[in-house]
């Protein structure tokens, strides 16, 4: 009986064998190995007369350190493309990360009580996270620094965004006591990012900016399911002081403010169906909650639930934000009164003031019983919600 054929590739990277993994071939870089940042080799094809131990032989000696080498070669494990060159800019970005990042959002302040150490090891433990926390950086640089250096901060933001959303999606992480951590500071990074990015660096065009926004807020939202997850197991470690805003009340019965009561009431009163109506009312309950989470915490425990609010909302309420809904969209604009509260820090500056004046534009002459609180933000600057 004739043997049968081998069918298992032997033609996966070096890197992947070395490791004893299933490599998919593909060339010049292997997934496995643009996910791990690790260098990728594939060996020529072998001759006819070349033998398996001449192969084991081969991958044996690119695999294994040299102890000496004759004057003028280099071994295989010293050679350049294996030690690439520092990136000079990924240094200045961890530096500004660690100096004046990490600082602004006060993650590891007194009140929240998160080391700064602790951090960058969750970080350092998972590319994703340390890419995504260098895109911050990054970002946070375009926003600060002269108009001549913008453009090229915001390019590289987005280039390490892209690398570590990649990278995430690729290793798909399963959530447990090692990864924990890394998804949901990833998850709390990345909603930062994406906010800010559509929020502080928009298209003047509504719409536009409007497609820009509830785009990011869709990638966010499917982020924040799969951290979601991991939320019961980091209740016990250095890092459960950021889950504190995502405790809900067990019972939100009349707790609603003068304003957000006041635009309930009028929700109820367009009889617009039972079902939109209760969508609209969650909405207008999680931004009190919103509000008097942010009102009750200070530094970044003020800014996280109101960065948390576009995530907490019903599919059906984010839906009719994407059809501009004029309820939703006067919605929003009382959300945009959050946004200018806390118009200091660097990822939201003056987002809120044009939320409600471009929903105002958009909307039009009819809806100024609607609008009026927002609209008293216009006049006043003030922005407070009553509890």
């Known amino acids: 009986m004739p043997r049968r054929a081998h069918k298992k590739s032997r033609n996966g990277c070096v890197e992947c064998k070395r490791r004893h993994v299933k490599c998919d071939e593909r060339?010049?870089?292997?997934?496995?190995?643009?996910?791990?940042?690790?260098?990728?080799?594939?060996l020529a094809e072998p001759t006819p007369t070349a033998t398996r131990a001449q192969t084991e032989a081969s991958l044996t000696a690119r695999s294994s350190p040299a102890v000496a080498s004759p004057a003028g070669s280099v071994p295989a494990s010293t050679r350049e493309e294996d030690f690439p060159s520092a990136n000079m800019l990924h240094f200045e970005l961890l530096y500004h990360l660690s100096t004046e990042t990490i600082p602004s959002l006060e993650l590891n302040s007194e009140q929240m009580k998160v080391p700064a150490s602790e951090l960058f090891?969750?970080?350092?433990?998972?590319?994703?996270?340390?890419?995504?926390?260098?895109a911050l950086a990054a970002l946070h640089l375009a926003v600060v620094s002269s108009p001549e250096k913008k453009d090229f901060y915001k390019t590289h933001a987005g280039h390490l965004q892209t690398k570590a959303l990649s990278m995430f999606n690729a290793m798909k992480p399963e959530v447990n006591v090692e990864t924990g951590g890394a998804i949901l500071l990833f998850s709390v990074m990345l909603g930062n990012h994406l906010l800010s990015d559509a929020l502080v660096f928009r298209d003047t065009d509504f719409n536009n900016f409007m497609d820009k926004l509830c785009q990011s807020i869709h990638l966010l939202r499917g982020v924040r399911v799969v951290a979601s997850l991991s939320f019961h197991i980091l209740v016990e470690t250095p890092l459960s002081p950021m889950l504190r805003y995502d405790k809900m009340p067990s019972d939100r019965d009349g707790f609603l403010g003068t304003e957000c009561q006041r635009l309930l009431?009028?929700?109820?009163?367009?009889?617009?169906?039972?079902?939109?109506?209760?969508?609209y009312k969650d909405a207008i309950e999680n931004?009190?909650?919103?509000?008097?989470?942010?009102?009750?915490?200070p530094g970044f425990m003020s800014k996280s639930p109101i960065a948390a609010w576009p995530v907490?909302?019903?599919?059906?309420?984010?839906?009719?934000?994407?059809?501009?809904?004029?309820?939703?969209?006067?919605?929003?604009?009382?959300?945009?009164?959050?946004?200018?509260?806390?118009?200091?820090?660097?990822?939201?500056?003056?987002?809120?003031?044009?939320?409600?004046?471009?929903?105002?534009?958009?909307?039009?002459?009819?809806?100024?019983?609607?609008?009026?609180?927002?609209?008293?933000?216009?006049?006043?600057?003030?922005?407070?919600?009553?509890?």
């Open 27 to 42: 060339r010049p870089k292997c997934v496995n190995c643009s996910v791990s940042e690790r260098h990728c080799e594939y």
């Open 121 to 134: 090891r969750v970080c350092v433990s998972a590319p994703y996270a340390m890419n995504e926390a260098l």
């Open 265 to 279: 009431d009028l929700i109820t009163s367009a009889r617009l169906g039972q079902s939109i109506t209760d969508c």
């Open 287 to 297: 931004l009190q909650l919103a509000s008097n989470s942010a009102n009750s915490d």
């Open 312 to 387: 907490r909302v019903s599919d059906e309420y984010f839906d009719a934000l994407r059809a501009r809904r004029p309820e939703a969209l006067i919605i929003f604009a009382h959300y945009a009164v959050l946004l200018h509260s806390i118009r200091d820090s660097w990822l939201f500056c003056d987002s809120g003031l044009f939320l409600i004046e471009s929903i105002n534009a958009f909307l039009g002459p009819g809806w100024e019983e609607w609008m009026a609180f927002p609209n008293s933000v216009l006049d006043t600057g003030s922005a407070h919600f009553s509890t």
